[in-house]
């Protein structure tokens, strides 16, 4: 009796580590920072020379409706990735959905992910137009908080 129920706890703990090991963690690896011309940017930064796939941005409204603002079907992209927020780069084929332009009352995502077995993570970063329209010049938005553009270089470059 005894045997069988050290099987069964070994049985379910092994389960459980196999099935924890598939979900992809959320690192900020994702930012938005302000321009010069006062446009927001994305900032996308995947860990070392990992490539990633399928970067998005998306809109809730306060209901929590998710709404894709654009999205790419691309399957493999690398490199850092600075550009506005509204205007990926052009050779990503973007789909563009809705106001092209940070609404108030909603809860925008910028995210991206990289996908292998045993090394899966998003990069992401959540915000409204409210936090954007307060960041100062040189400010980026990551981790649910403003910080600099060094302060989010190594933030990144830590959480890999």
């Known amino acids: ?53 399928k970067p998005m941005l998306e809109g809730a409204v306060r209901d929590g409706r998710n709404r894709a603002v654009w999205a790419v079907r691309s399957t493999k992209l690398d490199g850092d990735a600075d550009f506005p927020l509204f205007s990926p780069p052009a050779e990503w084929d973007a789909r563009h959905r ?25 990069g992401i970063v959540e915000f409204t137009a409210e936090n954007i329209e307060k960041l100062e010049p040189g400010q980026v938005w990551a981790d649910d908080r403003a910080m600099s553009l060094g302060e989010f270089e190594e933030l990144a470059e830590d959480s890999c």
């Open 1 to 53: 009796m005894l045997k069988g129920r050290v099987a069964a706890v070994v049985g379910v703990a092994a389960g459980v580590l196999s099935l924890s090991g598939c979900a992809a963690v959320d690192l900020p690896l994702a930012g938005v920072r302000v321009g010069a011309d006062g446009v927001p940017h994305a900032l996308l930064r995947p860990c070392g020379d990992d490539s990633y796939r």
């Open 98 to 122: 809705g106001a092209q332009r940070l609404l108030p009352n909603r809860h925008y995502t910028l995210r991206f992910g990289h996908y292998v077995t045993g090394d899966s993570y998003n």
